[in-house]
């Protein structure tokens, strides 16, 4: 095998099917929708695709209710339109990764319309989690599901399951070894397709401890669960120390099994990364010892402030963590679960975080939109399809304004995503977002990408770690600016909102925005900008 695999440092562009290009007019995008904008991927400069599922679903959780893991839904396509989608990405030498979602199944599947079927003490059931209600008719236990409500649903029987997300999403009891089987043999049935890794949904949640027993604060712990809850940080650091359904040692025992079989692939390097929420962010770091997953996600840059102290306290503990089991961070400024970053921070702002991440060592996610700079879509609650919504009655208003289908061309929505009717509405003010529109735009958030990733992995892609760079206030909430070396770039990003001079040496190659101008032989950064310099 190679020293340096293709995903260590790669960048990775995040493709939500259903939001991407709709290839037949039904306002849904689909997998030969995704095909026909292959070359635009490419253009990019990414060197990877993820897609969000696009299994046979009843599309309660955007397709996160799994009903036939190795089937297509056909809203995207079927198999053969994703072997044409894999040939075609490869031929572009573009690596693909699916997104394997083991937690839960949709309660559609056929193992679950069987457990109901077959009632209690059936060995259907066991391939998920019944358990009898208590003497007085209540549910096995207290807990809050993820999305809001109650984490079990009962059937017709009496007997209870167990859903951490949606009641259309039972959870299955990875205690029952044929759970494990018919995983390793979906992971065979995409690889053998062509797949080149897996995005592993709720990594952290297959195993589960104390079933029956309540939790003693269960509204706190939901809302500590919940990024959207504001909540003392001393508080919710207590809180998550104390999840009984994630993060339990048994989830490790199942990566050490899948890497072997990841690992029987030998020279096709499949690799896989786990969406892991855990507490301490120590504990991260367990999936991607040697023996397990080769990258796990941090998610602290969806939520961090803008702000030097934090930021230098992201980075660096994401570094030095993942260096402890001689791994790579990676970084995601958005994400489908998450507000863009451009509405969470502002567009200036997001434009620069993304220009000092894509200096860092390890590997980057984009979220298909981010390069345009896109906004959270605005949308009538009567438009919103997240369960998130539904569950919590509306005081959370859901994830669907990351979801809103990408801008393609022309001037009017739906902006040549669709002929039919988009699935969320397009608002005509994204005119000016359209990849059309910022492909004739120097200036625009598309051409600074793209000039960024060319630049990143002409210096940057295996430079080794970061130096910072300290000025007196260094790390300090005031200070204005963030700066670090790395191989031949020195990064400098000016959080202020004033222009700021710096001393830094050698020629500027990029900036994210405005002009850097040279004042008594220093430079100075424009207001909430990053610009590199090349020695
Ligand atoms: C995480 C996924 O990213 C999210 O979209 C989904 O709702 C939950 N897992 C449940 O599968």
């Known amino acids: 095998m ?13 493709i939500y099917p259903r ?19 292959l070359d635009y991927v490419k253009s990019l400069g990414v060197d990877a695709i993820w897609l969000s599922p696009f299994y046979t679903s009843p599309n309660k959780d955007g397709g ?5 893991p ?33 937690n839960h199944f949709s309660d559609q599947h056929v193992w679950f319309q069987a457990a109901l079927k077959a009632g209690p003490g059936s060995k259907e059931r066991e391939r998920f989690h019944f358990y009898d209600a208590h003497a007085d008719g209540t549910p096995p236990n207290n807990w809050i599901s993820i999305f809001g409500g109650p984490s079990w649903t009962q059937v ?4 209870f399951y167990l859903h951490l997300f949606d009641s259309s999403q039972p959870d299955l009891n990875w205690e029952n070894p044929e759970v494990n089987a018919d995983f390793e043999k979906t992971l065979r049935f995409w690889i053998d397709l062509g797949v080149d890794g897996f995005r592993i949904d709720v990594a952290h949640g297959l195993i589960k401890e104390d079933v029956l027993t309540n939790h003693p604060d269960p509204q706190g712990l939901s809302d500590a669960l919940r990024l959207d809850v504001a909540m003392d940080f001393e508080k919710r650091n207590a809180l998550l120390l104390t999840v009984p359904f994630f993060d339990r040692q048994g989830v490790h025992e199942i990566y050490k099994k899948w890497r072997k079989l990841f690992d029987s692939y030998g020279d096709r390097e499949i690799m896989a990364v786990a969406e892991a ?44 963590l993942n260096a402890t089991v001689n791994a790579l961070p990676t970084w995601a400024l958005s994400n489908h679960d998450s507000p863009r970053v451009a509405s969470r921070i502002g567009d200036e ?59 393609w061309s022309g001037e009017t929505t739906p902006f040549g995503f669709s002929t039919g009717k988009p699935w969320l509405p397009i608002s005509q003010s994204w005119k000016d977002f359209t990849v059309e529109h910022e492909l004739t735009d120097p200036k625009s958030s598309l051409h600074l990408y793209k000039n960024a990733l060319e630049l990143r992995k002409e210096f940057l892609v295996g430079a080794g770690g970061i130096t910072w760079l300290e000025s007196s206030r260094h ?26 001079e710096c001393d830094v040496a050698g020629k500027l190659i990029i900036v994210s925005g405005g002009t850097v101008d040279v004042r008594d032989g220093k430079k100075v950064i424009p207001a909430r900008s990053t610009a590199w310099f090349l020695t």
């Open 64 to 68: 996160y209710d799994v009903a036939n």
């Open 475 to 500: 790390g300090s909430k005031e200070d204005a600016l963030l700066s670090y070396s790395r191989g031949p770039i020195t990064v400098v990003m000016n959080l202020s909102d004033s222009a700021e």
């Open 2 to 14: 190679n020293s340096s695999p293709w995903w260590k440092e790669a960048t990775i562009y995040q």
């Open 349 to 407: 702002q997001a434009r620069a975080l993304a220009l000092f991440v894509f200096g860092l060592p390890g590997s980057t996610y984009v979220f298909a939109g981010q390069e345009l700079g896109l906004p959270d879509g605005q949308l009538q609650d009567s438009d919103r399809q997240d369960p998130m919504f539904f569950r919590s009655n509306g005081p959370s208003k859901g994830r669907d304004g990351a979801r809103v289908p990408l801008p």
């Open 277 to 320: 929420w855990v507490h301490p962010p120590v504990n991260a770091t367990r999936y991607v010892r040697a023996d397990e997953l080769h990258q796990v996600f941090n998610f602290d840059l969806l939520t961090a402030d803008f702000n030097s102290d934090v930021l230098f306290g992201v980075v660096e503990r994401s570094i030095s």
């Open 156 to 159: 017709e029987d009496g007997q």
């Open 70 to 102: 190795r089937d297509v839904d056909p809203r995207f396509g079927n198999l053969e339109d994703a072997k044409e989608l894999i040939a075609q990405a490869h031929q572009r030498d573009l690596r693909v990764i699916a997104d394997i979602v083991p």
């Open 19 to 37: 939001s991407f290009f709709d290839s037949n007019g039904d306002g849904e995008g689909d997998l030969p929708g995704v095909t026909s904008k």
